[in-house]
């Protein structure tokens, strides 16, 4: 799925093969599949932390804009590309609504 795909409306959540550990406000994340560890800054560890259960993107982002000093447009752009990155990594699985 490109990140032209994922919007404020795409659901997101982390896979059941990673295995992840906090440390201090850091995130290590290891696929399970292909043994390839991953590290998390802070806001990225949040991140990880809100999509243990499935959401939306934009749910994601409204809780990161409300905890960090960051415009929404901004963390709606940084937010879309990690997970972007985290799917394209196998970490998690994003679904998109289908219109009826």
Known sequence: MSAAEINRSSRVAATTEVASAELQDEAVLLNLKDGVYYG???????????????RTVGEVCDTIASEYDVEPDR???????LVQELAASGLVEVENETAP
Request: proline share 9%; with cysteine; hydrophobic share 35%.
């Open 75 to 81: 963390c709606e752009r940084d937010v879309v590309s």
């Open 40 to 54: 998390l800054n802070p806001v990225g560890s949040r991140v990880w932390e809100l999509v243990q259960e499935p």
